[in-house]
């Protein structure tokens, strides 16, 4: 089985959590079932690996492709409240050793959530108007009731250095198990693009097992920019750690803006 390798960057302020969702968000060490994105552990035998994993063949999956010409136009209330802070970089595919949350993170569409952690996926996981991206970030949140929000920021290619990445790239952990914080201390914001208010919404699920399906989607409408150089070393440490498109079921996909 090819090794499952995830890096994972935490937010190190504020307190610990002690839900269990995360816990379950990348599994193992948790008793299930280990799983894969290819061969005989990958996306279309994640539902089989695990009973635990069940939602994997659910109506409401992530990702999707996400149309413009079918979407509806819809007002939905966001607000961002997030705080620099030190990033400890995980290179880990098997557990999640800490679990540093910041509280009151996001409110959306009346609900508040606390960010759980951020991480990467190479290439993007969803597409927009039938085209990938070469990265897309995940910052992942929950709310009290249990429930996820995940911000999805799409990566394009750019001449620029990505301010946000740049805190990090001198401490990515190249070794699985191995853990990096960096030095300078790095703001959520930084990632977001310039109009952070007007995203993609709908309701799907975890992309990894087990795909619980209460996952609240904002994905930013216009990707950020990074260079090629910056995307390669975080694929190079990730290889394709994307899950394929999932059927939409004609759920219904909104353009929102504040
Ligand atoms: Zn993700």
């Not at 063949?57 to 620099?84: E, M, R, T, W």
């Amino acid at each position: 089985m090819k090794y499952f390798v995830i890096l994972i960057l935490i937010a190190k302020t504020v307190t610990h959590l002690s839900a269990q969702s995360d816990q379950s968000l990348f599994n193992n060490h948790s008793g299930h079932h280990d799983w894969a994105y290819s061969g005989q552990y990958g996306p279309d035998h994640w539902a089989e690996l695990d009973p635990e994993y069940r939602d994997c063949n659910g109506d409401l999956q992530s990702p999707i492709d996400l149309v413009h010409a079918v979407c509806q136009a819809k007002k939905v209330d966001i607000q961002f409240h997030y705080h620099p802070f030190f990033v400890d970089l995980i290179n880990n595919g098997h557990t999640l050793i800490e679990k540093v949350v910041e509280p009151k993170a996001l409110e959306l569409d009346g609900e508040t959530y606390t960010l759980l952690q951020f991480h990467f996926h190479t290439p993007s996981e969803h597409h927009v108007d039938h085209k990938k991206y070469p990265m897309e970030i995940h910052f992942v949140h929950q709310n009290q009731a249990g429930d996820y929000a995940v911000i999805a920021v799409l990566v394009e290619y750019g001449i620029r250095a990505n301010p946000f990445l740049a805190h990090f790239m001198k401490s990515l952990p190249t070794h699985v198990h191995e853990e990096r914080r960096s030095h300078e201390k790095a703001d959520p914001m930084e990632a977001l693009p310039r109009n952070n208010h007007k995203f993609f919404y709908y309701k799907g699920s975890l992309t990894t097992p087990p795909c619980s399906q209460n996952v609240s989607w904002v994905v930013m409408e216009k990707p950020v920019q990074a260079t090629e150089i910056q995307i390669a070393q975080i694929h190079n440490i990730l290889y394709d750690d994307n899950r394929p498109i999932q059927d939409s079921h004609n759920r219904v996909v909104y353009l929102a803006d504040y």
